[in-house]
C-alpha cells in the first residue's frame, strides 16, 4: 500500500529496516525490495532502504549505517556526505570478516531473536502491569538481568497503606488472569502466564522479619 500511494503520487518512499532480523510474528519480514521485485509498475528510483549493524548484530558503538538506494543521484550524494562520517578502515576490516561467515551470522541471528523474544514477553507484561494495575515497576531487562521474567520494586519511601493498595491490585490482576477471560486476553498478550502464591505473600507480610513490619516503615507510617 505504501508503495503504490508513494509511486502514484511521486513520492520517495524511504524504508528503515534496521529490525529486519529481529522480527518474531509470521509471517515474517519482507523487505520493500521484495515487493518492488514483483511490482513492475513502480518506479524504482524512488525507493531508498536504510539499515544499520546496532539492532540485529548489537552494534551500537561501531556506528555502521547503511544505504541502499536504485536512484544513481541518490547514491551519488550519499558517497560523497559519508566523508564526515567514515567507518575505520580496522572496523570495516572485521565486520567484513564476520560477515562473510554465513553460517555464524544464521546462528547469531536466530539466538538473538529467540532471546529477545524471550524478553519482550517481560516488556509486555510490565506493560500490563504499567497500564493496566497503574504501578511503576521496573524489568529486569533494564538492568541487564541475564534472565527474563525478575522485575525490581522498590519500596523504601512507601508507607504501609501504600504498600497494601500496591499488592492489592496486583494480586487483583492475578485473580483475574485466572478467568476465562482473563486467559483470552493473555493469549492474545502473547501467552502471557502470571502466577503468584497469595499464602506466601501473606507469609511474609505477617514475618516479624517482613519489612512491613520493620522499626522504619512504623516509624514513617
Given at each position: 500500500?505504501?508503495?503504490?500511494?508513494?509511486?502514484?503520487?511521486?513520492?520517495?518512499?524511504?524504508?528503515?529496516?534496521?529490525?529486519?532480523?529481529?522480527?518474531?510474528?509470521?509471517p515474517g519480514f519482507v523487505?520493500?525490495?521484495?515487493?518492488?521485485?514483483?511490482?513492475?509498475?513502480?518506479?524504482?528510483?524512488?525507493?531508498?532502504?536504510?539499515?544499520?549493524?546496532?539492532?540485529?548484530?548489537?552494534?551500537?558503538?561501531?556506528?555502521?549505517?547503511?544505504?541502499?538506494?536504485?536512484?544513481?543521484?541518490?547514491?551519488?550524494?550519499?558517497?560523497?556526505?559519508?566523508?564526515?562520517?567514515?567507518?575505520?578502515?580496522?572496523?570495516?576490516?572485521?565486520?567484513?570478516?564476520?560477515?562473510?561467515?554465513?553460517?555464524?551470522?544464521?546462528?547469531?541471528?536466530?539466538?538473538?531473536?529467540?532471546?529477545?523474544?524471550?524478553?519482550?514477553?517481560?516488556?509486555?507484561?510490565?506493560?500490563?502491569?504499567?497500564?493496566?494495575?497503574?504501578?511503576?515497576?521496573?524489568?529486569?531487562?533494564?538492568?541487564?538481568?541475564?534472565?527474563?521474567?525478575?522485575?525490581?520494586?522498590?519500596?523504601?519511601?512507601?508507607?504501609?497503606?501504600?504498600?497494601?493498595?500496591?499488592?492489592?491490585?496486583?494480586?487483583?490482576?492475578?485473580?483475574?488472569?485466572?478467568?476465562?477471560?482473563?486467559?483470552?486476553?493473555?493469549?492474545?498478550?502473547?501467552?502471557?502466564?502470571?502466577?503468584?502464591?497469595?499464602?506466601?505473600?501473606?507469609?511474609?507480610?505477617?514475618?516479624?522479619?517482613?519489612?512491613?513490619?520493620?522499626?522504619?516503615?512504623?516509624?514513617?507510617?
Amino acid at each position: 500500500m505504501a508503495l503504490s500511494f508513494t509511486n502514484e503520487k511521486n513520492i520517495h518512499l524511504i524504508c528503515d529496516e534496521i529490525y529486519s532480523a529481529t522480527v518474531f510474528d509470521e509471517p515474517g519480514f519482507v523487505s520493500i525490495a521484495e515487493i518492488l521485485a514483483e511490482s513492475p509498475d513502480a518506479n524504482p528510483d524512488l525507493v531508498h532502504i536504510v539499515y544499520s549493524l546496532s539492532k540485529d548484530l548489537g552494534f551500537p558503538g561501531f556506528r555502521v549505517g547503511i544505504l541502499y538506494s536504485y536512484n544513481d543521484a541518490v547514491v551519488c550524494c550519499a558517497s560523497k556526505m559519508s566523508s564526515f562520517g567514515l567507518v575505520s578502515t580496522q572496523t570495516q576490516r572485521m565486520l567484513a570478516s564476520m560477515l562473510v561467515d554465513e553460517e555464524f551470522v544464521g546462528k547469531f541471528l536466530a539466538e538473538s531473536a529467540a532471546r529477545l523474544a524471550t524478553f519482550e514477553a517481560e516488556m509486555e507484561l510490565w506493560r500490563v502491569i504499567v497500564n493496566d494495575v497503574r504501578i511503576n515497576v521496573s524489568p529486569g531487562a533494564s538492568f541487564h538481568c541475564a534472565e527474563p521474567g525478575w522485575f525490581r520494586v522498590c519500596f523504601a519511601n512507601m508507607d504501609e497503606e501504600t504498600m497494601r493498595v500496591a499488592l492489592s491490585r496486583i494480586s487483583k490482576l492475578v485473580v483475574q488472569s485466572k478467568s476465562s477471560e482473563a486467559r483470552k486476553q493473555c493469549r492474545r498478550r502473547s501467552k502471557l502466564e502470571i502466577s503468584l502464591s497469595f499464602r506466601r505473600l501473606e507469609e511474609m507480610m505477617m514475618s516479624p522479619h517482613s519489612p512491613m513490619t520493620s522499626p522504619l516503615v512504623r516509624t514513617m507510617t
